[in-house]
């Protein structure tokens, strides 16, 4: 490894720097884009399942909310483990590992027949894909210094909604044209259609990535050397144990931040195909092709944001501003449920405002730790944040059972991301809005 406190060769040039990282965002970027899409996907394709799979099944709204946050009990349970094994064992193998597990484990959703099975399935989903975001998000901390974290990660990040806007429309297709088809019903056919591409993505990653910029035989010597050194610059003065990712209390902060924006998170990734379709929409194919749209424009407003924050080198407003947005969305789409465009375009702001400070978010813990102290501090951050996941789905779920409508659950899913805004502004901006 070249020396973190000198560059051989001299100074890099801004276009020698420039270039050695675009060179790692071409390599590395896309492909853990698509994995993310597939993940997510695989994550909450029960919500379009759910439009054929209740009646089948004759589960309750009660029963699929519970279910469809199940998922995270085990996502919480073994999220710090997992980040931790990945640390000793590295990222190829370990996220490899987590991918072709969970889409396996996705594809078994198919034989769920009781409500047992499907809490059963759900949970173990959760375990399998647990420390998968974590140990992305900690993996990029390995090639990108944290000024640039706001691009990097929004662009990562944009799966979440590029999975609703390919997604959607394929989601939709197989379930409006796979009903019956081999004797097996169309939400089935759902769970393995879109696992397959998780597990053959899980074996590529194990070819495909490295553990460090040192074993990136695509990189020059001269473009690791710029790497490691402005990693090393990076790092200066950040000093941190693993018992700090545990104890400082600005990660148990952030982490509450994290849960409140998460609840507009997950209640709009599993509830946004009900909504639409509450709206007077029937046709699952034309369901998926609506949901595409809030998707579509929440990518374009979190790479747009990314870039912005990284220019400014500013985090707080530009999280606390998304924030803000995703609940007038949320409150306007209530205010319009009846009304199909006005409602679409009420979720359209909703999306492109929640997504947003997912990935805004994930601008401030690298920023404030650094080595294994990020390790368990994403990771727990990212733990907390999956509580959201069991909470707002089953909010929902029991809302609409009592008042036959989701209205009053998404205000207060609204209200949740206006309590994160505020919480925004005690993280000290010393602390994260760095050059």
Known sequence: MLSTS????????????????AKVTWRLLPFLFICYVFAYLDRVNVGFAKLKMMSDLGFSEAVYGLGAGVFFVGYLLFEVPSNLIMLKVGARIWIARIMVTWGLISGAMMFVTTPTSFYILRFLLGVAEAGFIPAILLYLTYWFPASKCGKVTALFLTGIPMSGVIGGPLSGFIMARMDNVQGMASWQWLFVL?????????????????????????????????????????QHGKQHSLRDGFTKPLVWLLSVIYLFFTMGLYGVSFWLPSIVKASGVSDPLDIGLLTMIPYAFATLAMILTGRSSDARHERRWHLALAGIAGAVGLAWSVAYADNTPVAMLALTLATMGIMTTISQFWTLPPAI????????????ANSVGSVSGLIAPYLLGVVKTVTSSTNSGVLVLAVCLVVGSALVFTVPAKLVNRK
């Not at 000198?6 to 990282?21: N, P, Q, S």
């Not at 990653?205 to 050194?229: M, P, S, V």
Request: no cysteine; charged share 20%; aromatic share 8%.
């Open 194 to 234: 879109e696992a397959i591409p998780t597990v053959a993505l899980g074996i590529v990653a194990y070819f495909f990535l490295n553990d460090r910029i040192a074993d990136a035989k695509w990189l020059t010597e001269r473009q690791k050397g710029i790497l490691e050194h402005e990693l090393s610059q990076d």
């Open 369 to 380: 730790l650094s080595g294994a102290a990020a390790a368990a501090g994403i990771a727990i």
């Open 6 to 21: 000198t560059l051989v060769g001299g100074a890099a040039t801004h276009d020698e720097a420039a270039a050695a990282y």
